[in-house]
């Protein structure tokens, strides 16, 4: 299995922005479907960013929930075998620790389908 550290959580007003990474080792990360998770205190862990792994010369494609599309991007450096998540535009419903994962299913939202998971990060978002 792959071995998944989180780091770039923090606490950032609302409007900011944070850069999550997620470095791997073990395995290479372009082999995997990565995906962002999020847990906030009392409610189940949710999908947030998917990138399916690269097929050849093609880097993956990218997912996201509706609640962070267009504010939230995905991205994968294969050279450092680091996947990102660059939050943009943060609001207080953000607040969670956040997770990467690793699937060998293709383009999956469900947790059960992720096999290897990080520690998670803390994000805060002040008011």
């Known amino acids: 299995q792959v071995q998944l550290v989180e780091s770039g959580g923090g606490l950032v007003q609302t409007g900011g922005s944070l850069r999550l990474s997620c470095a791997a080792s073990g395995r290479t990360l372009s082999s995997y479907t990565m995906g962002w998770f999020r847990q906030a205190p009392g409610k189940e862990r949710e999908f947030v960013a998917g990138l399916t792994r690269s097929e050849g010369r093609r880097g993956g494609n990218t997912y996201y929930s509706e609640s962070v599309k267009g504010r939230f991007t995905i991205s994968r450096d294969n050279a450092k075998n680091t996947v990102y998540l660059q939050m943009n535009n943060l609001k207080f419903g953000d607040t969670a620790v956040y997770y990467c994962?690793?699937?060998?299913?293709?383009?999956?939202?469900?947790?059960?389908?992720?096999?290897?998971w990080g520690q998670g990060t803390q994000v805060t978002v002040s008011s």
């Open positions: 994962a690793a699937s060998l299913s293709l383009g999956s939202r469900i947790t059960t389908d992720f096999s290897s």
